[in-house]
């Protein structure tokens, strides 16, 4: 059945919805959409969201609490042009934007890079229950982001005790449960937080995920598929002064499973392949905020850390331990001045950045200088951008440098360089249009992995290293409006939209190519991604929706075949209604993913599907605020699918139910 026609049912949903927001009575004021949050991803400086010149989407710390998501995939789902590879096991997700992704997407966390990136495995360890808002930037972003920013920035902040503690309030606590029948998974949180005196502020929170096989719409389950995760958070922030703010803190996560050693396959798991894997990630990292609205010259913001990921495995069948720790360090310091000067309005950012990876790996305690040597990138960067306002016209331009050297022990040393320009255009035509045109280059320096190791890669077959790699760069051509209507159908609602239409050129595209006895990575002359989005969101206080819609295309241009990394074409839609009176919140969405035929030689294509999830919480008014209950059933048909990016078969039903309590 064509897309449009299974949409149609839940369009007019909406169209209901909207009307009848119409008629209901309205209260003083109406929430904001999540296409009206605040971001600080595409400029560095805090901006609305529908008024940047980019395809640029803020989930905030309501729409976390309506998600009640279990891993970040059940927050980012929805937002057109990003998807997750690697299957359902937690621990092999990685995100993909606009069909780019490994290291061609910067993730960082309260400001530091999760750069940890290794076959087969997890890049991204993070508990959502921490979480008080996620930005996503769609498209390049190396000009303020460097390396690895060709698909886009997932930017992700934490929660501090500032989002718990109410105007007075000294100190408090909040505790959430939750059960999620597939896979059987229950989760608990904990959270104290105070503020002793006006200077000094403490947050302490710790959360417990432990869950068992998933089973799919078929009813099969998947062999090793559980998990049992610790995670923990401390903050403690000291303002010596009025606008001046240090924060020190200390982020862990913890994994303990048994998993196929190929855990992103379609293997059952078999004793031949699985492993007992223990991984440790713990950030540390200090942040310094200056930020006074009477200061033009300075609005300052650093972070220092320190990144530190260990991963082991015990292979079941012979006992066989295998290490690969990374660790991260860096610095990340910017500013922004602003000022008037020749008929506009400047605000002028500029910074530098270094951080260091450096890598090693065991195999039962002695060290491997082929299959994962010791080896060390470091990557040097400066940047200056410049948004000028002249009355309705916006300019941005910006400009980067970065150099790169890396390292590995019986390897011949690389150093290069790249320059990553950007320049943005957008025009306020109307007080509902802003059109936008920009055009911006990446880069990705080659990791350690994809260009150091050598050795086994499984009985058979070896990695050659390949030391000659070239770096990655992209040229992305965008076209883009940002749309908003007011009191559309009733007082204090309003109707929001981003469209894009992008093309992106990626020169010396790093691929990895599986032979009969040899794995190598290489880099392909040309490749081409591009595509169309566009998001829409509706709120008033009664009702609420949104819709998102990509289609992506990708091409090897020098064989003229397709890349296999190209999602499938998508459209989701999420209407809802508030009960003001009771506390209540309901509502429905919808995914309807097409097939997706588009693959080389070495690909396989996936058919469509369509999913369907219903939602609701309660929190009584009574209890001003202290007690809220979530139910939710995802794939509510059960449906047996299989993304395109995946291997491995995805979740039936899923009935999860929580309670938050705040004391």
């Known amino acids: 059945m064509p897309a449009y026609r299974t949409l149609l049912p839940p369009m007019l949903i909406l169209s209901a919805a909207v009307a009848a927001s119409a008629r209901a009575e309205e209260p003083a004021a109406a929430p904001a959409t999540r296409l009206e949050g ?5 400029t560095r400086t805090a901006k609305p969201v529908e008024e940047t010149a980019a395809a640029v989407t803020v989930v905030d710390s309501e729409e976390l609490e309506r998600l009640a998501p279990q891993d970040l995939r059940d927050i980012l789902r929805d937002i057109p042009g990003v998807g997750f590879s690697g299957g359902p ?14 290291e061609r997407v910067v993730v960082r966390v309260d400001n530091t890079r999760q750069n940890y990136q290794v076959g087969h ?52 606590g909040q505790t959430r449960y939750s059960y999620a029948t597939n896979p059987n998974e229950n989760h608990l949180t904990g959270t104290a937080y105070a503020r002793p005196v006006e200077a000094v502020d403490l947050l302490a929170s710790i959360s417990h995920r432990n869950f068992g096989n998933m089973k799919n719409g078929n009813d099969d389950k998947l062999v090793d598929s559980g998990d049992n995760i610790v995670s923990g958070l401390f903050k403690l922030g000291v303002s010596p002064a009025p606008h001046h703010k240090a924060t020190a803190q200390v982020d862990r996560y913890v994994s303990n499973t048994t998993i196929p050693l190929t855990a992103d396959s379609s293997s059952n798991g078999a004793p031949a392949n699985t492993a007992d894997r223990d991984l440790v990630r713990t950030t540390y990292a200090l942040h310094y905020v200056y930020d006074d609205p009477a200061d033009m010259l300075f609005n300052l913001h650093g972070t ?75 990557i040097l960067g400066g940047f200056v951008q410049d948004e000028i306002g002249f009355g309705p016209l916006t300019v941005t331009p910006g400009l980067r440098y970065d150099s790169f050297d890396l390292s590995a022990v019986g390897q011949r040393d690389r150093s290069d360089s790249a320059v990553s320009p950007k320049l943005a255009v957008a025009y306020q035509l109307t007080p509902w249009a802003q059109p ?18 050598s050795g086994q890669h499984y009985p058979g077959n070896d990695f050659v290293a390949n030391p000659d790699l070239k ?6 051509f965008e076209l883009g409006a940002n749309l908003e209507w ?36 290489r880099n392909i002359p040309k490749a081409r991604v591009r595509g169309v989005e566009a998001e ?40 809802g209604h508030r009960f003001a009176e009771w506390g209540v919140e309901a509502g429905w969405r919808t995914a309807l993913v097409n097939r997706q035929e588009r693959v080389g030689s070495s690909g396989t294509a996936s058919s469509g599907y369509a999913l369907h999830d219903v939602f609701a919480s309660w929190t009584p008014p009574q209890l001003d605020e202290a007690v809220r209950l979530d139910f939710a059933v995802d794939n509510l048909f059960d449906k047996y699918y299989r993304p395109h990016d995946s291997a491995i078969w995805e979740a039936g039903r899923n009935v999860k139910a929580g309670m938050t309590v705040r004391f």
């Open 38 to 42: 605040v971001s600080v991803t595409t």
């Open 471 to 476: 770096p990655e760069t992209a040229q992305n």
């Open 89 to 102: 096991r937690a621990g092999v997700l990685s995100p993909t934007i606009r069909g780019l992704g490994d």
């Open 121 to 172: 495995k997890a890049r991204i360890f993070v508990e959502p229950d921490l979480l008080k808002q996620v930005e996503v930037l769609r498209g390049p972003g190396s000009t303020l982001f460097g390396s690895g920013a060709i698909g886009g920035v997932i930017n992700m902040t934490s929660k501090d005790a500032a989002d718990f503690l109410k105007p007075g309030q000294k100190m408090g």
């Open 436 to 453: 936008y045109a920009s055009y911006a280059q990446a880069f990705r320096a080659p990791s350690l992995t994809t260009m150091f190791n």
């Open 536 to 575: 829409l969101g509706y709120e008033s206080l009664s009702w609420f929706g949104s819709m998102g819609a990509a289609m992506i295309r990708g091409k090897n241009i020098t064989d003229s075949t397709s890349l296999n990394s190209i999602p499938a074409d998508q459209v989701s839609l999420t209407v």
């Open 486 to 521: 007011r009191d559309v159908l009733g007082a204090k609602d309003k109707l929001t939209s981003k469209l894009a239409a992008y093309h992106n050129n990626v020169e010396d595209y790093i691929e990895q190519t599986v032979g009969t006895t040899t794995t190598t990575t």
């Open 304 to 378: 220092l850390y320190r990144n530190e990921t260990e991963l082991d495995d015990i292979r079941q069948s012979d006992r066989r331990l295998d290490e690969r720790d990374q660790v991260t360090e860096g610095v990340d310091l910017a500013n922004t001045s602003r000022f008037g000067l020749l008929g506009g309005q400047h605000a002028l950012t500029y910074g530098a950045e270094r951080y260091e990876d450096s890598q090693e790996g065991k195999r039962n305690n002695v060290a491997t200088p082929g299959w994962y040597p010791d080896a060390t990138m470091t």
